[in-house]
Nanobody
Framework: QVQLVESGGGTVQAGGSLRLSCAASGRTFSQYPMGWFRQAPGKEREGVAYISSSDGTYYSNSVKGRFTISSDNAKNTVYLQMNSLNSEDTAVYYC????????????????????WGQGTQVTVSS
């Protein structure tokens, strides 16, 4: 059984930064692509960033240039560094494990991910 646990959320002023972490159980962590999603109140869950050892990284247009996804295989952890935060970034952020490598057109499809964390709240105040 795979468990994903997010941490690092909180409240930050507009223009500030946060780093989210997602700790994963399991010895095969490095073999699977990982993604970060977010869901704002009243909105659909959307893909934010993706990382894979074979495919590299992908980002949504709304966060490109501000967010960076990375992973530390020795710690079984994936990170999301978020800079220049604004009110539109306010949401619950989830990490998820993809069942297979994805490409630029499919990495943000929620149904391609088989394990999800419980989410961590990020609130950006103006």
């Amino acid at each position: 059984q795979v468990q994903l646990v997010e941490s690092g959320g909180g409240t930050v002023q507009a223009g500030g930064s946060l780093r989210l972490s997602c700790a994963a159980s399991g010895r095969t962590f490095s073999q699977y692509p990982m993604g970060w999603f977010r869901q704002a109140p009243g909105k659909e869950r959307e893909g934010v960033a993706y990382i894979s050892s074979s495919d590299g990284t992908y980002y949504s247009n709304s966060v490109k240039g501000r967010f960076t996804i990375s992973s530390d295989n020795a710690k079984n952890t994936v990170y999301l560094q978020m800079n220049s935060l604004n009110s539109e970034d306010t949401a619950v952020y989830y990490c998820a494990r993809a069942s297979s490598p994805l490409d630029g057109s499919s990495w943000s499809f929620r149904w391609r991910y088989d394990y999800w964390g419980q989410g961590t709240q990020v609130t950006v105040s103006s």
